[in-house]
Every structure is written in structure tokens, then in C-alpha cells.
């Protein structure tokens, strides 16, 4: 199908993110949860849920 994707307001409310007013008038977009790209290159996106992955969940909520 050709809507098999997220769009990105999907992504943004799915990770979390919001938007972040710097000191110097930029504006910084993070999120509570990684996002796609960022996930890719964690090392842990593995193909299946480790337990190394629960582990770095389970701090992570922890921290939140």
C-alpha cells in the first residue's frame, strides 16, 4: 500500500517531541523517545526486542 508509512506529525506524536526555544532564538526539536533515524543508528535496533533493548526502555521511563 502506499500508505504504509508514518508521515512525520505520526512519527512526532508517536517519539514524543516537542520544540525547544534556545537562548540564541533557535528553536531545538527533541523528543522522550528516540526517533526512526535515531533508533537506526543506536546499535540497538537489531531486527527483534533484546533484552539489552528492554534494559535501555526500562532506564529509560525510569528517567523520565
Known sequence: ????A?????VDFICGTYY????DG????VSWW???QAWAASGLNIGF???RCEKW?????EHI
Open 34 to 36: 528516540p526517533r526512526p
Open 49 to 51: 526486542w533484546s533484552a
Open 6 to 10: 508514518l508521515v512525520e506529525e505520526e
Open 20 to 23: 525547544l526555544d534556545k537562548n
Open 1 to 4: 500500500y502506499f500508505d504504509d
Open 57 to 61: 526502555f526500562q532506564t529509560r521511563l
Open 26 to 29: 533557535s528553536v531545538e526539536k
